[in-house]
């Protein structure tokens, strides 16, 4: 089936088709909940509870083309995941805007792409796993949702300058855990 008439048959209840959806975007979707929640079984539920919503909410989706469903159901789930953290209070952006312009202003070093480019996706996904729930999640939203800051902001309730800097952090902690386990494998 194409994505118009999967939503289509999903808006009717049709469970062939909310099967067909499910084994379409399961595994892309569930890649999703894994860059926002720390634990496995967390992300697990996550893709559960979002499909849940999925099901739920496709009177709403409207058919733009080609990967319009895929994207829709994306940003289900990414909702969802950040609901999920809310609720859990899990993001703290309890910071102040002098703090942070402070820290922000010290240099850090950056790894080398090539350097990034060696770790293995598993190794890297681990890294990204150990950032604090805040710094994750605006790193995610930024670069890989292609967010703005200023959208960020809006979607997490936080000023702009908060989600800079949260940015900013997490790609400083990105790039001491990379520069850190490049020499290690060197070493060895």
Same mark, same amino acid.
Request: some cysteine; hydrophobic content about 30%.
């Given at each position: ?45 996550? #893709? @559960? *509870?979002?499909? +849940?919503?999925?099901? !739920? ?6 058919? &733009? ?58 190794? #890297? @996904? *681990?890294?990204? +796993?150990?950032?604090? !729930? ?6 995610? &939203? ?47």
């Amino acid at each position: 089936m194409e994505e118009q008439e999967i939503a289509n048959k999903c808006r009717r209840k049709d469970r062939e088709a909310q099967q067909e959806l499910y084994e379409k975007f399961g595994e892309y979707l569930f890649r999703i909940c894994l860059r926002y929640m720390k634990q496995r079984s967390d992300a697990e539920d996550m #893709l @559960q *509870e979002s499909f +849940l919503k999925i099901f !739920d909410v496709i009177g709403k989706f409207k058919w &733009l083309g080609k990967g319009s469903l895929r994207s829709w159901v994306a940003r289900v789930t990414i909702n969802e995941c950040l609901q999920k953290l809310r609720k859990k209070k899990l993001l703290d952006f309890s910071e102040s805007v002098e703090n942070s312009k402070n820290t922000c202003d010290k240099p850090y070093e950056s790894p080398e792409k090539e350097n990034v480019n060696c770790i293995p996706p598993a190794v #890297l @996904q *681990e890294m990204l +796993l150990s950032l604090p !729930d805040g710094y994750r999640t605006v790193f995610n &939203l930024y670069v890989f949702e292609k967010k703005s800051h200023r959208e960020i902001a809006g979607m997490l309730g936080i000023n702009e300058k908060s989600s800079s800097s949260q940015f900013y952090r997490a790609r400083k902690q990105l790039a001491k855990k990379i520069i850190n386990y490049r020499k290690k494998q060197e070493s060895v």
